[in-house]
């Protein structure tokens, strides 16, 4: 049995990578699909309380799920980063050893906590938040519920 190439090793630690960051990007979705799904019971369980009349417990509950959501989606936002920002060296070693050399690695900056936290894929969660607000809006000024 032959012993392994550098181009193999480098590969299978690619591959590695790759499945984790899709397991992790899958999370994230995962993670925005659930909260939807957790809202409505959450909204129910709360309200069943209150005679089934919305009080600020309601909104109050919906903005913490909102944001456990967030931040869980952000943990996992920021590992994904973290693993394509592993596998840059990788395809740079492997490019160097190629006649000719390579030179088109996908970019992947470095990600802090904010920014994993504040970015595109998060607006879901702030989209929900601002419903949730304008909700808790309207039953302040007397619109809704009662």
């Known amino acids: 049995m032959s012993e392994p190439t550098a181009d193999e090793l480098d590969k299978e630690q ?3 990578l790759h499945n984790a960051t899709l397991r992790a990007s899958d999370a994230c979705l995962e993670l925005k699909k659930l909260c939807a799904a957790i809202l409505v019971p959450v909204g129910t369980i709360v309200s069943s309380f209150s005679d089934k009349k919305p009080n600020g417990a309601l909104f109050i509950a919906g903005f913490m799920v909102i944001a456990a959501f967030w931040i869980a989606d952000s943990f996992s936002y920021f590992y994904q980063r973290k693993l394509r920002g592993a596998m840059i060296p990788i395809w740079q070693r492997r490019a160097a050893r190629v006649a000719g050399g390579y030179a088109h690695f996908p970019s992947s900056g470095a990600v802090s906590p ?3 936290a ?5 607006v879901y969660y702030l ?3 601002v419903l949730f607000g304008m909700a808790a809006w309207a039953y302040e000024v007397g619109l809704l519920g009662g």
């Open 14 to 16: 690619l591959q590695q």
């Open 114 to 116: 904010t920014r994993a």
């Open 118 to 122: 504040i970015n595109a894929s998060m």
């Open 127 to 129: 989209i929900l938040g």
